[in-house]
């Protein structure tokens, strides 16, 4: 069974931390480039980071970069991303999508691969 579930999210202040983690079944995992993209209230969803598979290259949305470090462990079919310097604009749910297409810096997320989310809230 594909699945994807997201973890880590919570409160915290501006300037803070949070290291979120995705746990994928393995079909869903192994071989494919994976992603996060979050969504706040009353937007659209937006990308926010992407890594291939194995790992050898990233991309980043340009209101993270330097600041949110995308991995994955492909021992434990586990992606993660690691946010520093949280600002309260990156208050919003956070999902990991599996199986997408990497193009330079566009990741194309595939339809059907999504996690259900978690809350990140970043108060000022």
């Known amino acids: 069974q594909a699945q994807l579930a997201e973890s880590g999210g919570g409160l915290v202040q501006a300037g803070g931390a949070l290291r979120l983690s995705c746990a994928a079944s393995a079909r869903l995992f192994r071989g494919q480039h994976m992603a996060w993209f979050r969504q706040a209230p009353g937007k659209e969803r937006e990308f926010v980071a992407a890594?291939?598979?194995?790992?050898?290259?990233?991309a980043y949305r340009d209101s993270v970069k330097d600041r949110f470090t995308i991995s994955r462990d492909n021992s434990k079919n586990t992606l993660f991303i690691q946010m520093n310097s949280l600002k309260p604009e990156d208050t919003a749910v956070y999902y990991c999508?599996?199986?997408?297409?990497?193009?330079?810096?566009?990741?194309?997320?595939?339809?059907?691969?999504w996690g259900q989310g978690t809350q990140v809230t970043v108060s000022s």
């Open positions: 890594i291939t598979w194995p790992g050898g290259s990233t």
């Open positions: 999508n599996a199986g997408g297409t990497l193009r330079g810096s566009t990741y194309i997320p595939h339809r059907a691969y």
